[in-house]
């Protein structure tokens, strides 16, 4: 099974910024549509963000849009998540997962955040002054 690693989480103020790192060490990311969970103290897991394989397409939960951005490191082989302006409500476990692309009749693809395959440790996320 393909496996994925979080990491960077950590204690954020309100307000501020703080960067997420998705990572494989036995595939390569840039073959799948990789999506951001996290799950709240004492909630289920929910979507956050996804980016399709190429890239070129990223969906966001209206909670996280213009203040979060997920985005590809090809020489990582990473999938990051630059957080910002971070909120109480931001705390949670963060994780990631190859998640469903679709392509349409056009060719153009988007992402869903519909998770795939097994999850990883996650990565702790606090926002708290």
């Known amino acids: 099974q393909r496996q994925l690693a979080e990491s960077g989480g950590g204690l954020v103020q309100p307000g501020g910024s703080l960067t997420l790192s998705c990572t494989a060490s036995?595939?390569?990311?840039?073959?799948?549509?990789i999506g951001w969970f996290r799950q709240a103290p004492g909630k289920g897991r929910d979507g956050v963000a996804c980016?399709?394989?190429?890239?070129?397409?990223?969906q966001y939960v209206d909670a996280v849009k213009g203040r979060f951005t997920i985005s590809r490191d090809l020489v990582k082989n990473a999938v990051n998540l630059q957080m910002s302006s971070s909120k109480l409500e931001d705390t949670g476990v963060y994780y990631c997962?190859?998640?469903?692309?679709?392509?349409?009749?056009?060719?153009?693809?988007?992402?869903?955040?519909?998770?795939?395959?097994?999850w990883g440790q996650g990565t702790q996320v606090i926002v708290s002054s």
């Open positions: 036995d595939f390569w990311l840039n073959h799948y549509s």
């Open positions: 997962a190859i998640v469903r692309q679709i392509t349409y009749a056009t060719g153009s693809t988007t992402c869903l955040l519909d998770a795939q395959g097994t």
């Open positions: 980016i399709t394989s190429e890239g070129k397409t990223t």
